[in-house]
């Protein structure tokens, strides 16, 4: 209660006596001081916005266009052609403070004046805006500048000389661009071409064609219509349907993780890195705040969009039970931190004055140093944060509405960022290969109730001293929490600095007030929903495989001596890779950024190219001559660069699908090509959002998909640093020849193993159907008997649920729903709602009529176990 009375300002008490007034100097001064940084920031935030408005004019040009009137009005040059004349004929006459002619003239001019300096900031940003509205330097071979180019970067160097701001550039940018639905349709069919035989691909483009003439040039028009009128057509959407409509776990699916220099070590005791990396992030908010750092430039003459690093600090994700809500702070004045089991609010300011490292050591150590065990429910509480959206949001609007609950809640979510405090230590070791990896699962998922995934992000801080971030996805991309990170490591290395034995420079104020605990009450019914959560969280990191190692033998010095983009050799020889390992290729993503228009995020490279499977081809049968080899090679990195600089310059393919499919949702209209596109060759395009009812336009023929560990064909999915999440679910593998579909294999995965449920090895039996030389037939009487998953109980199989996986022997006998007729087979379909019965008819067989429902008719059953075969149908 000590610190609770150092925060009240002044108390009373009535007794009999009279009332006894009780001031605190103290406390007045904190809130005298507040108030005045508070209106210091108003005062640079007006200063920021006044010459952040007029950029590339300033004051200063002002006056001078102002003195150069006036000086021509004494030379008896009228410069304004009598428009001064007029003006000053306008103002009114009578007693006031421009009622002699002198003072008349000078306020006419000083009119005019404005008025022309108001006019040229309006050209120059114009012509700007024009100026980078061109990308024909993109396409250009290094070493080998046009003529146009070197004109069009002298004249935005001249335009842009001066000294930006942050966000000087943000009105001057130019829109994202709606692409010629001709041109996307193009590039998406030249994408998929290496996935599909030539009968599946005259078949898309039959569909893509019906789609251009008919349906597309609605759809396209509301697109445009939407560029004009937004900042931006395409990320209103992407961060509401991709990020804050999906309803899974932000853990290991969305969020990320950034690493420590794992080659230097600073210091090894825990509270003093904190104070040095806390002290430096305050630094660079307080940069951010009055928008002293310079804008990104590519080629140092080209600016980035800025958007993204307003909301890096003082930000935090609320959960709702159709759709999250982005809650940005103007300020924060302090950090929530997690320390086993229990929470703290620290504050990093002392009246006006940020903490200096070394006191904030001190505040760390203190809470390193506090032997209070955590209260009843506080220990996994965090947990809710990594399970289900709606459980969380349930169980907030529940538990987390009122009382002392609903006050630590705010102090959590309004914080600057959140500080978790572990107890293990992790760094990389080259003696120990799995060190690195450790460290990345760490920071990846924790131990699944130690990080507050909804925060923008968490500083992770073990024992030893090593840190590392876990960042929401939803407010940024991953290059801005770069920004950051390269600014603190910076300065908390070469600025901060620490003492020989470790600690921070400079003494500590041993009179600053410790950190407070947060006080719950949570009751046993939100208990119970947090352990629900924990074991959802818990089988989801449970189900990560995490690989991280050093790549020593070359780098990217030695692929671009061979000129050759780095970019485009990874991307190569991951297509090789996947090959040799799968022996097929499958729709690859590969995020690239758009920052180049205002607000602008990123765009999708399909980089499994007609190209790229040609080389991978040509090196599996190892009959080829080094010569065609390189040719080869050369072909494929050029491919894949024009399509990176495509995706860059507002020219992709899914960004454009993806909308366009949204605007069809929001119309109902139906489109065979878009649901094909969404649903059949690898889903790039639809997100999970609007798979689910009620949290899109529509939900009605849209077929979720769950990729088996380390498939790359569910993007939207994608986790740490762009690269694709392993998901708990299954994939099945079909040829589309006619309705309904053939099922050739099914794989299912769970519990890091994957089982294949097809009697035999699924990818020899697509090669097969593919090439038309066999099929594999499921039911009684079939070839390959099937192994089959028992799912025992009446919940269904998907990520948190009880359901337990089982692997009969071969020969085991068929099992076939009782409410299906013979011969058919009963599956589990997998939806974003839940599980639900479906029969898939074998040839020859009659489909059974509706069971009026379903799910009842598949849970309610005898006490025999049935046998359940799990499918998500998807045709390749």
């Known amino acids: ?50 010459l952040r408005g ?30 001064v004349g007029c003006i ?22 000083a009119i005019f004046s404005t008025g022309v300096w108001v006019t040229g900031i309006f050209f120059f940003r114009q012509t700007l805006k024009l100026l980078l509205s061109y990308h024909g330097w993109m396409f250009e071979m290094h070493g080998k500048t046009s003529n146009l180019t070197r004109i069009w970067a002298m004249c935005v160097r001249l335009l842009s000389s001066r000294h930006p701001m942050l966000y000087s550039f943000q009105t001057s940018l130019p829109k994202l661009p709606v692409p010629r639905v001709s041109a996307t349709i193009q590039r998406y069919l030249e994408s998929v071409r290496p996935l599909l035989d030539d009968e599946e691909y005259y078949r898309m483009e039959m569909l893509a064609k019906e789609f251009q003439n008919k349906t597309a040039p609605r759809l396209q028009k509301y697109l445009v219509l939407k560029s004009w009128w937004a900042s931006n057509y395409v990320s209103d959407w992407w961060e509401e349907y991709i990020y804050l409509r999906g309803r899974s776990p932000l853990m290991v699916n969305s969020n990320y993780y950034v690493m420590d220099l794992v080659l230097i070590k600073n210091t090894d005791v825990q509270a003093a890195r904190l104070g040095n990396i806390i002290h430096a992030m305050i630094m660079y908010r307080r940069k951010l705040d009055r928008e002293e750092i310079k804008p990104v430039m590519a080629l140092g003459i080209v600016p980035m969009c800025s958007y993204q690093m307003e909301r890096m600090f003082n930000t935090t994700r609320v959960p709702g ?32 004055c940020l903490l200096k490292p070394q006191d904030l050591e001190m505040q760390f150590q203190r809470i390193l140093d506090d032997p209070s065990p955590p209260q009843p429910g506080e220990e996994k509480l965090a947990a809710l944060t990594a399970g289900g959206r709606v459980e969380w949001a349930q169980a907030r609007q529940a538990f987390f509405s009122s009382g002392k609950n609903k006050a630590a809640l705010e102090a959590i979510e309004r914080a600057a960022f959140f500080v978790a405090l572990d107890e293990e230590s992790y760094r990389y070791d080259p003696e120990d290969e799995a060190s690195l990896s450790l460290y990345g699962k760490a920071l990846l998922h924790g131990n699944c109730y130690n990080r507050w995934f909804d925060k923008s992000f968490t500083l992770i801080s073990f024992k030893n001293g090593q840190l590392g971030l876990n960042a929401e996805h939803a407010w940024a991309d991953a290059p801005i929490i770069g920004h950051l990170w390269e600014f603190v490591l910076g300065t908390d290395s070469f600025h901060l600095g620490y003492t020989e034995t470790g600690h921070c420079l400079g003494k500590p104020n041993p009179a600053l007030p410790p950190p407070t605990r947060l006080q719950w009450d949570i009751p046993k019914q939100c208990q119970a929903v947090i352990e629900s959560s924990y074991q959802v969280a818990k089988a989801l990191a449970d189900d990560v495989e995490l690989y991280c190692f050093q790549f020593l033998p070359f780098g990217k010095g030695l692929i671009k001596k061979c000129r050759t983009s780095p970019d485009a050799f990874v991307q190569i020889a991951l297509q090789l890779a996947h090959f040799r390992d ?12 758009t920052r180049m228009f205002r607000e602008g995020r990123t765009e999708t490279v399909r980089s499994c190219t007609s190209e790229s499977t040609a080389f991978v081809q040509a090196m599996v049968e190892k009959s080829h001559a080094k010569a065609d080899l390189r040719d080869l090679f050369q072909k494929a990195a050029k491919k894949h660069q024009n399509m990176y600089r495509l995706a860059m310059t507002g020219a992709g393919i899914d960004r454009h699908l993806f909308c366009l499919y949204l605007v069809s949702k929001y119309l109902g209209v139906s489109s065979p090509f878009l649901a094909e596109v969404s649903t059949v060759v690898g889903c790039v395009l639809c997100p999970t959002a609007l798979l689910h009812p009620g949290l899109g336009p529509s939900h009605e023929g849209a077929q979720p998909v769950f990729c088996l560990a380390g498939s790359p064909e569910a993007p939207w999915r994608a986790g740490p640093a762009f690269l694709p999440t392993p998901q708990l679910g299954l994939r099945s593998w079909a040829q589309r020849e006619q309705h309904p579909l053939r099922v050739v294999g099914v794989l299912v995965t769970g519990n890091r193993q994957t089982y294949d449920l097809s009697g035999g090895d699924s990818t020899t039996e697509i090669s097969e ?7 594999a037939e499921w039911g009684p009487g079939s070839s390959h008997k099937p192994y089959v998953a028992c799912a025992k109980g009446t919940t269904g199989w998907w990520p948190g649920s009880s359901c337990t996986l089982s692997r009969t022997m071969p020969g085991s006998e068929y099992v076939a729903d009782t409410t299906c007729r013979t011969g058919a087979l009963g599956v589990w379909r997998l939806t974003g709602c839940g599980l639900h019965c479906r029969c898939s008819r074998n040839p020859g067989v009659s489909p059974p009529a509706r069971s009026p429902n379903p ?22």
């Open 769 to 775: 159907a593919v090439a038309g030389r066999g099929r």
């Open 582 to 593: 799968r022996g097929k290729f499958c729709l690859t993503y590969e995020a690239s950024m």
């Open 1 to 50: 209660m000590a610190e609770a009375h150092q925060a009240v300002a002044f108390q009373f008490t009535v007794t009999p006596e009279g009332v006894d007034f009780r001031l605190s100097r103290e406390a007045l001064k904190h809130v005298y001081l507040s108030g005045i940084n508070s209106w210091k920031k108003r005062l640079i935030r007006i200063k920021n916005g006044i």
């Open 54 to 83: 007029v950029y590339p004019g300033s004051p200063t040009s002002w006056l001078v266009v102002v003195m150069a009137t006036v000086g021509s009005s004494f030379c008896n040059v009228d410069v304004s052609l009598g428009l």
């Open 321 to 352: 039970k159709e759709t999250d809500v982005l809650q940005h702070l103007s300020d924060s004045r302090h950090v929530a931190v997690y320390h086993k089991g229990r929470f703290f609010k620290l504050w990093l300011y002392e009246g006006s």
């Open 88 to 109: 000053q004929r306008c103002l009114p006459q009578g007693c006031g403070p421009y009622q002699t002619p002198q003072t008349r003239a000078l306020l006419s001019m």
């Open 855 to 876: 799910r009842s008719a598949c849970l309610t059953q005898s006490s025999t176990p049935i046998t359940w075969v799990l499918e998500v149908a998807l045709a390749l």
